[in-house]
């Protein structure tokens, strides 16, 4: 049985310092480098909690992006506005903790996106989230 979790925004009283995806780069960026980009506007870092213990179980960041509509298909560009380049959300890091890996971890940080993408009623967002290769301890299912 999979604990239940809970999405919030990274702050101050999260503890990091035993978060292990296995990728020390991303436990490194989560560690040290995550809140300055947070404050210089660069992106933004989300935790997913477990609830009994909260306990940081992965975290992903998002930032803002485009797309040039010369990437995209021609179908999709005709029923564009002439602009040149699409907004977009960026999924830019999304690593899980070791203890926490092989729970569906795609499917629940995607649903914040999905979310967004409902608010914003963009039904295009779905072909254009681009995402990074760093991308530790996931299982797509």
Request: aromatic share 10%.
């Amino acid at each position: 049985m999979t604990a239940p979790f809970r999405f919030e925004t990274l702050g101050k009283q999260h503890d990091r310092s035993a978060f292990d995806c296995g990728e020390e780069s991303l436990d490194r960026y989560f560690k040290t480098q995550a809140t300055q980009d947070i404050r210089r506007r660069i992106a933004n870092c989300f935790v997913a909690l477990e609830a009994v213990t909260g306990q940081v179980a992965a975290y992903y960041t998002i930032a803002a992006s485009s797309i040039p509509l010369v990437d995209l298909p021609e179908e999709v560009v005709r029923r564009l506005p002439h602009y040149p380049t699409l907004p977009a959300v960026r999924i830019g890091r999304l690593a899980v903790d070791l203890r926490f890996q092989g729970r569906g971890w795609w499917t629940r940080c995607a649903e914040p996106c999905r979310l967004l993408r409902r608010s914003m009623r963009l039904s295009l967002m779905r072909r254009t989230i681009r995402l990074s290769p760093s991308i530790s301890g996931m299982d797509f299912v």
